[in-house]
């Protein structure tokens, strides 16, 4: 796999770089549609959100230079195994985005003229997906942390911006709720608001049942999924 910048990393950096991609080529690309990947880059932190670990751009995995300098500091600690997960989830996003073309361009479509809502029914399946598929290699303490971030959050669902950020989180805390590390009954004990509970139990239980149907790239495969958030986007006026 191609590294377009190499020259932001030390040849220690580069070396377990590689071996990273090595091991994911032997053990799980080769089960996924990567037609057009162009590979990766290092880029400056700044070009991605402050909380962003990497990211799939006209297909290429962008990972930000001082987390990734970080990953490859020869430790093989957390840091490392986040890294080598953020990889893997952006390549899954290509394999993703070559089987499912048309909701992937409809939602660019629904970025670009601001119909967030529509657009966010999408972005939850896609990543409920890729996450799903990421799990084998999903590291535990990272799971943990995420789950105790949103369990602790104050949320306030008189306010419609934490009803939106919670739609953007739910493909992650669905998916890690059901991950191999982590009891989810033990977890969902902990979520003491009640709302936040019922919308997770309740859109865990529409992807599960999509997921197991034969999927079909078009909108209307995820209107029960949308109509759901739709029904509670509609507390908000």
């Not at 490392?80 to 390549?91: A, N, R």
């Not at 997770?200 to 029960?224: G, M, T």
């Amino acid at each position: 796999m191609n590294i377009t910048n190499k020259e932001k990393l030390t040849n220690g950096e580069l070396n377990i770089l590689e071996n990273l991609l090595q091991d994911l080529k032997e053990d799980y690309l080769y089960e996924l549609n990567l037609t057009g990947l162009k590979g990766i880059k290092i880029v400056f932190d700044n070009y991605l959100h402050s909380d962003s670990d990497g990211r799939l751009e006209n297909n290429e995995v962008l990972l930000p230079c001082s987390k990734t300098k970080k990953a490859l500091s020869n430790n093989y600690d957390d840091n490392y195994e986040s890294l080598k997960s953020t990889v893997y989830h952006e390549l899954i996003h290509l394999d993703f985005r070559n089987k499912y073309p048309n909701l992937h361009d409809l939602y660019d479509k629904l970025v670009i003229n601001e119909e967030y809502n529509k657009a966010v029914p999408i972005l939850i399946w896609v990543e409920f997906n890729v996450e799903s598929k990421n799990d084998v290699i999903y590291n535990g303490n990272v799971a943990k942390r995420y789950l105790d971030s949103i369990i602790n959050y104050k949320w306030d669902f008189s306010n419609e911006e934490d009803f939106k950020k919670l739609k953007k989180h739910l493909p992650y805390i669905i998916t890690r709720l059901n991950g191999k590390y982590l009891k989810k009954e033990e977890y969902l004990k902990q979520i003491k608001h009640e709302y936040l509970k019922k919308v997770v139990v309740e859109v865990e239980k529409i992807l599960y049942k999509l997921s197991k149907q034969e999927y079909i790239d078009d909108y209307a495969f995820i209107k029960e999924l949308c109509e759901y958030l739709d029904n509670e986007q509609s507390r908000y006026g």
